[in-house]
């Protein structure tokens, strides 16, 4: 469990803990985390409350919010 400043965007919370890598591409499984930070490109996408492709630089942080690694365009690993 990591812990931030509930409304502070959730990729702000994530970087404050180390966390870079916020989802794989589907392709090549090549890592990708905060990019343009405006919510303009999908870098920082992830599965957040079980919903895919939110974006985590401009999502505010909410207690109790369920935050995952996103792979492609889905929660699992793909082969």
Known sequence: MLEGYEG????????A??????RYTAKT???RGVF???GRCTDCVMIVD???NIRT???PLEAGM????QYGVSAAPQK
């Not at 502070?8 to 970087?15: D, F, G, Q, V």
């Not at 803990?17 to 916020?22: D, E, L």
């Open 50 to 52: 079980g919903k895919p």
């Open 17 to 22: 803990a180390g966390v870079m890598a916020h």
């Open 57 to 59: 630089c401009i999502t």
């Open 66 to 69: 369920v935050v995952q690694t």
């Open 29 to 31: 499984h090549e890592p």
């Open 36 to 38: 343009c930070a405006i």
């Open 8 to 15: 502070e965007p959730i990729a702000t919370a994530l970087k």
